[in-house]
């Protein structure tokens, strides 16, 4: 026997999302493989979703707060609120989730079945998970791993008042002071927890990823359909598919920086680009896109792919902060045509200058964007960029490691 071999570990993995269609919960489904991968028992406890009950060790109350099947919107922000407040008031042993936890964990034999837990894992945000962890960490004297894909308290995704800023700042500490090390998806994050918190927890950088090398086949096997750029004419086709502010506000700032460095072109320019935005955007930023460009209506995956190979260009944008690496980065990585990027964050500008895909501007470059959009050409072949290293099971088998190595030296 090869006593080098890691022996099997037990782990917990808690975390909002695991129903594999939700760009959220990619991340922890790609590690829960690579943990399985390597013959590990993993258990999940996630929100529910349809499915997840037939699956093993994934463990998934109905949450109120959520609407699902019968559940009302309105009943579930009552909820939320409710939970809320007791929860800042009374803290996490009073918090109805954490308690539904315990009951169901018991119930189905779970919590008994993590005797001998070797760690923990939460994925954040749904910030009560991490004092969810915290617990069973400490009940079963565990190290607890904490992932941050977005920050709590540097550029939080969501709009935050002075009351969830107060709490998130105690909460963001007890996490980090009581985690063995935190992974963050981006550059900026993690500078800012070693900065802030340089005694406290080890701090690394895993980003996310593309799944497998899928649109090559995609392509090449779906049935001749028209394209998003059936009226390119000869022109350089661009293209931007998915969201701007829905996904996060600050990111139509780099949609006004672009419209900016277009104004600048002259007329013949502006012609021979062929800019296409595809998917679902509010009033003022259709007003904006369509000064330059056309709207089309979302489509399917199948059409994205195809879009995204017949594209001479990818449009990609960041927007003002630091710590955002957006998902639609790695899609278009899998799709190896040259990126277009107009943002601030460090981290997409360094995956694209390591794998050779594409160039970053920031926000107040207008004049670098506008030449750059002046040397664009038609016709543009697939890249032989070096992607490999954003492959999601290759940055999970990276993230399982450093579990592993962890516990080791423990």
């Known amino acids: 026997m090869d006593n080098r071999q890691v022996k099997m570990k037990k782990i917990l993995i808690v975390c909002s999302y695991f129903d594999g269609q939700s760009t959220g919960s990619l991340r922890m489904r790609a590690l829960h493989d690579s943990l399985c991968r390597q013959g590990h028992s993993v258990q999940v406890f996630t929100h529910f979703f349809a499915g997840s009950e037939n699956m093993t060790g994934v463990y998934a109350p109905r949450d109120k707060a959520i609407s699902v099947d019968h559940y009302s919107s309105t009943l579930g922000v009552m909820y939320r609120a409710y939970r809320k407040l007791a929860y800042y008031c009374l803290g996490i042993n009073y918090h109805s989730f954490y308690r539904n936890f315990l009951k169901v964990s018991a119930d189905q034999g779970a919590f008994e079945g993590l005797e001998g837990l070797d760690a923990v894992i939460v994925s954040v945000p749904q910030p009560e998970f991490i004092d969810v962890a915290i617990a069973v960490s400490n009940k079963y004297v565990c190290p607890l791993f904490v992932d941050f894909r977005d920050g709590l308290t540097f550029e939080p995704l969501g709009r935050n008042n002075w009351l969830s800023s107060y709490f998130n700042h105690r909460l963001e500490r007890r996490g980090i002071m009581n985690a063995k090390a935190v992974v963050t998806v981006s550059d900026a994050l993690t500078n800012d927890f070693r900065h802030r918190y340089s005694d406290q927890s080890e701090f690394f950088t895993i980003t996310n990823g593309f799944k497998t090398d899928t649109q090559g086949l995609a392509v090449s096997q779906i049935a001749p359909q028209p394209t998003v750029f059936q009226d390119s004419n000869g022109r350089v086709n661009i293209l931007y598919?998915?969201?701007?502010?829905?996904?996060?506000?600050?990111?139509?700032?780099?949609?006004?920086?672009?419209?900016?460095?277009?104004?600048?072109?002259?007329?013949?320019?502006?012609?021979?680009?062929?800019?296409?935005?595809?998917?679902?955007?509010?009033?003022?930023?259709?007003?904006?896109?369509?000064?330059?460009?056309?709207?089309?209506?979302?489509?399917?995956?199948?059409?994205?792919?195809?879009?995204?190979?017949?594209?001479?260009?990818?449009?990609?944008?960041?927007?003002?902060?630091?710590?955002?690496?957006?998902?639609?980065?790695?899609?278009?990585?899998?799709?190896?045509?040259?990126?277009?990027?107009?943002?601030?964050?460090?981290?997409?500008?360094?995956?694209?200058?390591?794998?050779?895909?594409?160039?970053?501007?920031?926000?107040?470059?207008?004049?670098?964007?506008?030449?750059?959009?002046?040397?664009?050409?038609?016709?543009?072949?697939?890249?032989?960029?070096?992607?490999?290293?954003?492959?999601?099971?290759?940055?999970?088998?990276?993230?399982?490691?450093?579990?592993?190595?962890s516990i080791e030296n423990d």
Do not use: C, W
């Open 241 to 405: 598919s998915g969201a701007i502010e829905r996904s996060r506000l600050s990111i139509f700032q780099s949609l006004e920086a672009f419209e900016t460095a277009i104004a600048l072109l002259e007329r013949e320019i502006k012609n021979r680009l062929n800019i296409v935005f595809v998917g679902s955007y509010s009033e003022r930023e259709v007003l904006k896109i369509q000064t330059f460009g056309t709207v089309i209506s979302p489509v399917s995956r199948d059409e994205i792919a195809v879009a995204q190979a017949q594209a001479d260009y990818l449009l990609l944008f960041t927007g003002p902060d630091q710590s955002v690496v957006t998902m639609k980065l790695f899609d278009y990585l899998l799709a190896r045509k040259p990126i277009v990027s107009i943002g601030n964050a460090p981290t997409p500008g360094r995956i694209l200058s390591e794998s050779g895909a594409g160039q970053q501007y920031s926000l107040s470059a207008i004049e670098d964007i506008a030449l750059a959009l002046t040397k664009l050409r038609a016709g543009q072949e697939s890249l032989g960029t070096d992607i490999d290293d954003y492959h999601v099971d290759r940055l999970m088998d990276n993230f399982t490691q450093l579990v592993f190595t």
